[in-house]
């Protein structure tokens, strides 16, 4: 459907794949891709086919084992999650039936979904993909239109290759500035959510923008569109520009030969217009950012490194005075403490969010040559088996099993749990991960979300700690 005037990178996507506009107020959007995971996959799939259904177009969908699966290394069907394995072997039979690709367990292309759909240029620029999880939104780092379903959505995705979608209302977050070095985007985006709150971008697709986004790797690109969700936008997207070009050159499924350079002048097209109109502006200066880190229960309760934990008193609205003062009680804070005095008893790096080759590269580089503090257990996982295998062969692996790391193979891990694996009941956990509720690594487990390098950091001195401060403290000491 062709639309006049300026538009927004978000109103062309949305134009171009819209089928009809319906009498409810809702559009029908036709999928490019449809995503699945054996945690909701396998119930969506069940569902389709006792109603009688059929997936329309298999080649369009596919599936990966990565939510409950053991990151273990020698691990098979069977999980420390009960029934766990129901899960993986109703996957398997119900994507053979309907003829899915299946990243099974131990697949050598298996991992996240939000990491190997990209990486392997299953998804490019300007198409739409939808999956029942809520971090889909991570592949707007590439100018894709995705966003998470339920599985009552995932059936009709399923059945249909289309979904019927109210639209939100044009976002654009401006960062402009240079990031401070050590500052990354996974600090660029809980800044955001602490300036503007968990709600600042409800009702809206966020397009990030400015100087700063451009000057992002494409990987970091991905970790800033992840957690758009948690403040509260249906997507987020970036526009594709030479950098997205150079990281799908060569992917297994991106195109090649003539189709390459048809691909790409498309994707040069999927852009703002300069006058397109936003119902919403945010502006933020990056060059004011430092490392952060969530002391509370919400990724709206941020600090930074150097800071102390505020007072709930200070808070003007009363609902966040009373969700301060409880976040305090779970995490075991108090109001005053430094954040860099918070000791912590476990470091974990993985998820969606930041278990790229980049993300394991940065935290490599902090761990060398040192070792984890006593007492701290440390774990690392990789996103795919594509990025762990990568790691090894650059023996990234080594220096973290060297440090004291846990290596372990792909998946979601420790980024939620479920039944699961846990760090333990009041463990205080350090994570690279996108959600700090309650319970949320386990129960009455204490998390901290940051990014990889100051998950490492902290790793090695037992507290709160940002590379930057971790190298200066051993220059003091030398």
Known sequence: MAISGASTLFDKLWSDHTVCDLDSGETLLYLDRVFLHERTGSIALQSLHSAGYEVRDARRVFCTMDHIVDTFPGRGDKTLMPSGSDFILATRSETRAANIRLFDVNDADQGIVHVISPEQGLLLPGLTLVCPDSHTCTQGGIGALAWGIGSSEAEHALATGTLRVRKPKNMRVIVDGELRSGVTAKDLVLYLIAQFGTNGGAGYAVEFSGSAIRQLPVEARFTLCNMAVEFSAFTAIIAPDEKVEAYFAGRDFAPKG??????????????????????????IDGSLIKPMVTWGTSPEQVAGLHEHIPDPENFEELHRREAAQRALDYQALQPGQAIADIPINAAFIGSCTN??????RAAAAVVHGRHIAPGVRGVVVPGSRRVKREAEREGLDRIFVEAGFEWRDSGCSMCFYAGGETFGEHQRVISST?????????????????????VAASAITGYITSAEALVNSEALIA
Do not use: K, V
């Open 355 to 360: 278990s790229r080759i980049s993300d394991l």
């Open 258 to 283: 003539e189709h390459w350079e048809d691909a790409c002048s498309y994707w040069r097209t999927l852009r703002s217009d300069d006058d397109a109109a936003f119902d919403r502006e945010l502006r």
């Open 434 to 454: 996108n959600r700090n509720f309650e319970g949320r690594q386990g129960p009455n487990t204490r998390t901290h979300l940051a990014s990889p390098t100051t």
